[in-house]
């Protein structure tokens, strides 16, 4: 058997071990992200209407999380002009803050009608003359840009991916990435002071983004969420903290597949189907799975997730996340290095990464780099088959193995409602063996 996970790979695995695989979350129909957004716009999750905000206000800021050179922000962007742009407000100027680190400010490349009524400005997050300081928070000095500190109006726009590894934080994260630089290292540092249960809770970096958004003011949020083909999924308007709610609940109904059971000795990962898989870009649906709020992975359990290639291994990211772990002689020590310190691109991977070792195996398969990954304390393995053997020599009892076929979007959770059923199949089907053999 090949080291690629294939739908067929469940009949092909010894008999003696008790596999499943978990179902896919249930595919959505993509929305017609005009009708969407005007209908969001039209019922906002709780307070005022955008357009009885905007009146009479003349310094109106809206802050996007990226340049809007993809379909699904120039929409947004219109939506909400159709709101803000009344008879009353025809020549009110509306800025648009746009992070400089997302791509270059190209107007020329945006259409027309978005070029003539939009000003953007780059937010260059270590430019002090564009800061303005708005106090300090739990040890946190908050800098943020100027234009958004003064608007009489700040608007955020987000656009979420349903694949997105980092935890959602949708309109306080684009007030993030128009912090200024001080501020976005001290909380990239602050944030690993206390420990992390899992990669989807981060108390004290909701509880300064939250507080960055109440004192500059942010009066309304419009998020989208796009799956893995960029086709939208939801948008939501309104107050920040509702949209981030609903927004919440909407991703969970997305991802969330129920399971049998509530602790697996063996998630097997797939790999996805139509991009290679090296072993930095692996780890993210590792994390995914392993520090999940809802994770079915037994204590000392193994995570196996298949290795198709090396080549994403090359970038500065994927080098500074191996230093990180080759360097240290044990994932706790890794732990111990990184903690307390601002962290470069990748090696917060990492330090997700060796909280993770501390209580899981990480199986990697098939690899192509056998000793990077032991450096890195990943146990390589050729096949599907081999690494699942190495599991059954670590438990002393039938191994439970739960398949993850998009282990990326998928978050098995465990559904007692299902535990009963799996009994009742369990002993039909040692009813039907016995009859068999008689």
């Not at 994403?312 to 307390?340: C, I, K």
Request: proline share 6%; aromatic share 4%; hydrophobic share 45%.
């Amino acid at each position: 058997m090949g080291h690629t996970l294939r739908a067929s790979v469940k009949h092909r695995l010894p008999a003696r071990w008790h596999i499943e695989t978990v179902a896919a979350p249930r595919s959505t129909e993509a929305l017609d992200v005009e009708a969407a957004s005007a209908d969001a716009l039209a019922r906002p999750n709780a307070g005022l209407p955008l357009r009885e905000l905007a009146a009479g206000k003349q310094r109106i800021v809206i802050a996007l999380d990226a340049f809007p050179a993809d379909h699904t922000r120039q929409v947004l962007l219109r939506a909400v002009l159709r709101e803000i742009i009344t008879e009353a407000q025809a020549a009110v100027q509306i800025l648009c803050l746009v992070p400089s680190s997302s791509a270059p400010v190209d107007q020329a490349a945006l259409p027309i009608d978005l070029r003539d009524r939009l000003l953007f400005i780059p937010h260059v997050p270590n430019d002090q003359r564009e800061l303005e300081t708005l106090g300090v928070f739990e040890g946190i000095a908050l800098w943020v840009n100027y234009h958004a500190v003064v608007a009489d109006l700040l608007i955020a726009i987000s656009v979420l991916r349903l694949d997105d590894e980092n935890t959602h934080l949708g309109s306080y994260h684009t007030l993030l990435r128009l912090a200024g630089e001080s501020t976005q290292r001290d909380l990239r540092e602050a944030r690993f002071y206390e420990e992390r249960t899992t990669a989807f809770a981060v108390p004290l970096l909701e509880r300064v983004l939250q507080e960055l958004a109440r004192r500059v003011g942010l009066s309304f949020a419009v998020e989208a969420l796009e799956d893995e083909q960029g086709n939208v999924l939801a948008v939501f308007a309104g107050v920040p903290s509702e949209v981030r709610a609903v927004m919440q609940q909407r991703l969970a109904e997305l991802r969330e597949a129920p399971v049998r059971h509530a602790a697996y000795d063996a998630l097997v990962l797939a790999a996805p189907r139509r991009q290679p898989q090296s072993l930095f870009d692996a780890v993210s649906a590792v994390v995914a799975q392993g520090l999940s709020p809802t994770s079915v992975l037994a204590q000392g359990g193994t995570l196996i997730v298949p290795v198709t290639d090396g080549m994403g291994d090359e970038s500065q990211a994927a080098q500074a996340f191996y230093d990180a772990l080759t360097n240290a002689d044990s994932p706790e020590q890794a732990v111990h290095l990184l903690r307390g310190r601002t962290l470069r691109e990748g090696e917060e991977r990492a330090y997700l990464l060796a909280q993770l070792l501390q209580r899981h195996r990480v199986i990697a398969v098939g690899t192509p780099r056998e000793q990077l990954a032991r450096s890195s304390h990943f146990i390589p393995a050729r096949t599907v088959t081999e690494a699942l053997e190495i599991t059954e020599s670590l438990v002393d009892h039938p191994l439970r193995v739960l398949l993850v076929k998009r282990p990326r979007v998928t978050r098995p959770v465990f559904s007692p409602f299902l535990a009963p059923l799996d009994g009742i199949l369990d002993e039909h089907g040692d009813l039907l063996r016995a009859s068999e053999r008689s």
